[in-house]
């Protein structure tokens, strides 16, 4: 099994400020998603970065994937209350295999 | 389309009750899985399949059985129900090309007594 670390577990913030959540393996994936969830519902998918050293970006958030491909963050310039959810990233060696799960990020902003 | 659909949304079973929770997609998706979230500890598979009639299984599979007689159903069956299942299920399916993305039902609340 491949495992992700995601940091920190927990972030509460205020409106405006920035943050970066992180994504770590020791194993190489030959994608990585990232998602949020909201409570009471199912994952949705923001990205998936595939590329060594890939960014990208979705309104006020970046992707970034490493250059080795284990590893990745999200960037989150500004954050609003409407960011609050569970960011979750999922990797895995592609093919059939079916992607792992991080534990996740838990983000409050606060209004 | 509706996309993945998982019904119910609450259940409630008392320890040793059995009872199948659903999972449908409209997708035509190949991959389709099963997965339990608790606080803390992330979304840990329970079973996977890559196609019908093609099972296999996951990180947490023992107390759980599933099937996969067509492309667009997924049951997962709980034998007999014990409170360490108490927990939120999650069915998702991906196609069988293209990245891993994968696309998630609503969930489902199981709560064992």
């Known amino acids: 099994t491949q495992l992700l670390e995601q940091s920190p577990q927990f972030l509460s913030i205020q409106e405006g400020e920035n943050l970066t959540v992180y994504c770590n393996s020791s194993?190489?994936?030959?994608?990585l998603q990232w998602y949020r969830q909201e409570p009471g519902e199912g994952p949705v998918l923001l990205v998936t970065?595939?590329?060594?050293?890939e960014v990208k970006k979705l309104k006020r958030l970046t992707f970034q994937f490493g250059d080795a491909r284990k590893d990745s963050s999200l960037h989150i310039t500004a954050a609003q209350p409407g960011d609050t959810g569970l960011y979750l990233c999922a990797g895995g060696p592609g093919g059939s295999y079916i992607p792992t799960f991080g534990r996740g990020t838990s983000l409050i902003v606060h209004p | 389309n509706a996309g993945v659909t998982q019904t119910p949304k609450f259940q409630v079973l008392k320890t040793g009750q059995s009872m199948t929770l659903q999972c449908a997609q409209d997708m035509n998706h190949e991959y389709m899985s099963w997965y339990r979230q608790d606080p803390g500890m992330g979304l840990r598979l329970i079973h996977y399949s890559v196609g019908a009639g093609i099972t296999d299984q996951g990180e947490v599979p023992n107390g759980y059985n599933v099937s996969r007689s067509t492309t667009e159903d997924f049951p997962l069956r709980l034998l007999s129900a014990a409170p360490s299942q108490t927990s939120v299920y999650f069915c998702?399916?991906?196609?069988?090309?293209?990245?891993?993305?994968?696309?998630f039902g609503p969930g489902t609340r199981l709560t064992v007594t």
């Open positions: 998702a399916s991906r196609p069988d090309r293209g990245g891993d993305e994968q696309y």
């Open positions: 970065v595939v590329t060594g050293g």
């Open positions: 194993s190489v994936f030959s994608s």
